[in-house]
């Protein structure tokens, strides 16, 4: 993609790509698995130490591939420290190619407990932080003709049960947001959106209500590993540029 910027230039092949929420659970699996691609993934979050640590147990397979891993310290919830994190790619490469916008919490409760501090965090995380990343991408993307925005939204997306109720309505947002960014986007910006059932992660560890913090223990009795969303962003990165995969909904076969 043509720039005027200075900054180490990097193959087309081997796409820049920044993470949100990569210290963890699916936002590390996709830095993890983008990485030992060849891509080079600057991987974004407030645990610098585990991006670090990251880096670190990728380093091998990353240099045989091609790629690299470069962690940033980011914070979603500030604007500022987005539009950062977005300019530290491109002047380190000359470009940015895909925004994986994965950041997100999940302290589920029922409204009647009230937890409204939780509620704010999730609207704050979970639909603001990526309004940030398009706010800070998306003139990148149309100044150097082309880029990928990449949404991890959930199946809360598409239903709704106890105790879902504020985390199934940031993401909904986040499919609607994203979706609406499809259709206003020029052609050679690609859009997609991947909605993940029940997968391993650290998201539970946030649930303080009792009530929800037990029917996730059920709910969770099957589910798949990360990188199994990883691999469907790897998917649709990996299409030729007139292909835009525009929704995948990956879960366990068990769930339904």
């Keep these: 993609m043509p720039t005027n910027r200075p900054g180490a230039q990097t193959p087309p092949e081997h796409k820049v790509v920044l993470v949100t929420g990569a210290s963890s659970g699916i936002g ?124 991890i939204a959930s199946i809360g997306a598409h239903q709704v049960v106890p105790t879902s109720a504020v985390y199934s309505g940031t993401k909904y947002a986040a499919w609607a947001i994203t979706e609406g960014l499809r259709q206003e986007s020029d052609p050679s910006i690609r859009v997609t959106t991947i909605s993940p059932g029940v997968v391993t992660s650290e998201l539970a560890d946030s649930i303080t209500e009792p009530g929800a913090a037990a029917a996730m223990r059920t709910y969770r009795a099957h589910a798949i590993e990360p990188d199994a969303v ?23 076969a068990r769930q339904r």
């Design 28 to 151: 590390e699996a996709i830095a993890a698995r983008l990485v030992r691609e060849g891509h080079h993934v600057v991987a974004g979050a407030r645990r610098i130490d585990r991006l670090r640590e990251l880096a670190e147990r990728t380093a091998r397979e990353a240099a045989h591939a091609g790629g690299g891993m470069h962690p940033v310290p980011l914070d979603v919830t500030d604007r500022t420290s987005l539009g950062a994190f977005v300019e530290f790619a491109r002047d380190r490469f000359g470009r940015v190619d895909v925004l994986v916008g994965n950041a997100g919490v999940m302290p589920l409760s029922r409204l009647d407990s009230l937890l409204v501090d939780e509620w704010d965090r999730m609207i704050d995380v979970n639909v603001r932080g990526l309004l940030h990343g398009i706010a800070a991408a998306l003139p990148v993307f149309t100044e150097q003709g082309g880029g990928h925005f990449v949404t």
């Design 230 to 252: 990883a691999e469907a962003v790897s998917y649709a990165l990996a299409q030729p540029p007139g292909v835009d995969v525009n929704e995948i909904v990956v879960r366990p």
